[in-house]
Nanobody, 125 residues
């Protein structure tokens, strides 16, 4: 599975961005797809994910109420709508896919086997 992320950019605090992640242009059949981010000098951290079979959504506390993860009806892509962006949201954002994972690991980066190339999001205050 190849994941292609896009949609990053540089915005002012309070603005919105929408990230997209396409899964090789075909129906994704893994267990989960999600978004992680990594700021300079920090570890990669969970942002949001969808448990694919049920569509159940998961969010990090730091983005809950501001970010929304969704997928297209054909199940070939996942999106991250980011509203009310803050300077602390600045990071490289990665989409990830996991085929052999269990629900309890949905927030753990090493549970995912497929990663997109990353897209930079910079929020200035």
């Amino acid at each position: 599975v190849q994941l292609q992320a896009s949609g990053g950019g540089s915005v002012q605090a309070g603005a919105s961005l929408r990230l997209s992640c396409a899964a090789s242009g075909r129906t994704y059949r893994g267990r989960s797809m999600g978004w992680f981010r990594q700021a300079p000098g920090k570890e990669r951290e969970f942002v949001a994910a969808i448990w694919w079979s049920t569509g159940t959504l998961f969010y990090a506390d730091s983005v809950k109420g501001r970010f929304t993860i969704s997928r297209d009806n054909a199940k070939t892509a996942v999106y991250l709508q980011m509203n009310s962006l803050r300077a602390e949201d600045t990071a490289v954002y990665y989409c990830a896919g996991g085929e052999s994972m269990i629900l309890s690991t949905i927030r753990i980066p090493r549970a995912y086997g497929y990663w997109g190339q990353g897209t930079q999001v910079t929020v200035s205050s």
